[in-house]
């Protein structure tokens, strides 16, 4: 027998089929009151399985506690901080959510006549027209499910424009500091990825654009603020090449956070943008649920849009499908809906001075992170950050700490480690984004576990080895989990 109690009442869990107890079950079905007909009549013997499926045998609460349990394994925003470079793993207010779950739109079937739905066609098209207003764009589609697939929609717009022109194109400018989705989508849109350093103040230059830039390539695809936490501060000259070549400027808006309501992108030259609601706009992020990429684009490219799009005539709002020059169609009906409520709300709720306000603080704090930080870990660029800032393991390295070590002795401290060894032109890297959800304290407190982990380093280097000491599961073999992953129970 095992006692469950591992840690105080942290329980330990197995299995949910070490769990199983043949007979034992957590519902009492009603009786048949229909006549028992044979399988075999109604599904052909060779769909049919041989015999049980083998699902585990328990009782109600052996369910709830198994799930109960391994949820408070978990960890999230709402457990501790979360300061994972690029990925905005901010706090998302509970008054999202509840609106999201109104029966008004949870029970709205996608089917329903466009009479009945007015309320959540409305809600799209003011979405529509207040993310034009944050990214300075003339049309937004909701439709792209995510960051990447956003990605895709625009780039995809972008061939369609050249294509439509009778004059493809075939390159797509892409900085080294780049997301990897970035030259993913391109590959998958059909163009060809030309690579392009950043400058030693890790943001792009003129000279550095004008280089590469031709009338075969269709488009510089850049983040801004990119992937160190900085301002692209040459973004207008840099716009004016790539247009004076007919080129278009996609900018990946995925760190949206730092800059709303300070910076409109439409005004700093971009042509097509992705938004990742789930980043910026009140939506968890990164527990692979679903997301929301909406794409905006200028005037030029409005036409290639997908269908449908809502159109507002008078009070009435319809879908328009008819839209001979669209890309088609990313997905099924409409996007994800309840994420485009939790964003509306959000932005209702801030305001346009609210949302400015998020931007600063999210800004005031990554900075105080780095100025705090930037004696005991390396810094890639010491320069004014936006909302992350890069450090690295330079400093550590000379005991033969990695930022692995590290990223792992934070767990040991209640802390989710940041992102590391992203992006790739800094080695060792970490990428701390804190966000302007977290208070003074929280900051302080990460400050001063990393400073004790820099101790560490000096102290005692072997322990930050084995670290994370405190966690149920210890350090983990990341390559063979990720090279020989078992996910099958073997009964
Ligand atoms: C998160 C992120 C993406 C991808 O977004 P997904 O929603 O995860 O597909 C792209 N670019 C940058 C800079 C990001 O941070």
Redesign the pocket.
Known sequence: MTIDGAKGLIMDEPLIFERNSEGRSGVLPAPCDVPEADLESLIPKSLLRDGAAGFPEVSEIDAVRHYTRLSQWNFGVDTGFYPLG???MKYNPKVNEAVSRLEGFTMLHPYQPEALAQGALRLMHELEAYLCEISGMDAVTLQPS????G?LCGLLMIAAYFKDRKRPRHKVIIPDT??G??PASSHLAGFKVVPVKSEGKGVLSASAIEAVMDEDTAALML?NPN?LGLFERNIKEIAAIVHKKGGFVYC?G??LNAVMGLAKLGDLGVDVVQL?L??TFSTP?GGGGP?S?PVGVRKALEPYLPAPRIRKAGKKYSLVYDRPRTIGRLKAFYGNFSIMVRAYSYIRRMGGEGLKRASIVAILNANYMKERLKDTLSLAFDEPCMHECVFSDKLQAENGVTTMDMAKRLIDYGFHPPTVYFPLVVPGAIMVEPTETETLETLDSFIEAVKKIDAEAKASPELLKNAPLNTKVRRVDETRAAREPVLRWKG
């Open positions: 690029s990925c905005t995510a960051g990447a697939h990605e780049a997301h989705t970035n983040t992937t990946d995925a760190n990742n789930h980043k992020h997301g990429g």
